[in-house]
């Protein structure tokens, strides 16, 4: 099943916070989207492995979270330089010929860029959208504060619904 995942930096003491229930919301300072199925269909090793680095991450956000999926999931800042730098060099041990070819180059190209924005206390939070049943999807949350700074608005079914009315 194909779901968008939304990508972000947030401070580190953010996601501690969050973890010890002293705050609710994550506030972002870079984020982007991509299919989940980016992770399932790039086949080339060690890339796909790298990919799944980042964008999986390497433990859950928190149990305040959850995703019929996957729970959200936090990359520690300590290990994003390093998850950054094998992205940029897997990517760039592929031919040009290799590169121009790749059926997810824009993604891979956008998510290298986005590594490169994490500062040095900046852990990456990845997160699925919701589920498109009402049962589930209503007991997704979102966890970052301001949506508005969504680069694809966090799913409604509400909305979906609405659309579907007027077919």
């Not at 995942?5 to 229930?21: G, K, M, N, S």
């Not at 997160?127 to 799913?155: N, Y």
Request: one cysteine or more.
């Amino acid at each position: 099943m194909a779901f968008l995942t939304y990508l972000a930096t947030v401070d580190w003491h953010e996601v501690v916070e969050l973890r010890e229930q002293r705050r609710e919301l994550l506030n972002t300072k870079s984020i982007i989207c991509m299919s989940n199925l980016v992770t399932l269909w790039v086949k080339e090793q060690p890339l796909n492995e790298t990919i799944n680095d980042i964008v999986n991450g390497s433990e859950d956000l928190s149990n305040a979270f959850w995703h019929p999926w996957q729970v959200p999931r936090v990359v520690r800042p300590d290990q994003v330089p390093a998850r950054g730098e094998r992205l940029r060099s897997t990517w760039a041990s592929l031919s040009e010929s290799q590169q121009e070819k790749h059926l997810f180059r824009q993604d891979i190209v956008q998510l290298i860029a986005f590594t490169e924005t994490a500062h040095e206390k900046d852990a990456i939070v990845s997160v699925l959208e919701p589920s498109v049943d009402r049962e589930r999807a209503d007991r997704v949350r979102c966890p970052f504060a301001d949506q508005s700074r969504l680069p694809v608005p966090w799913w409604s079914l509400a909305v979906f619904e609405d659309i579907l009315k007027k077919n």
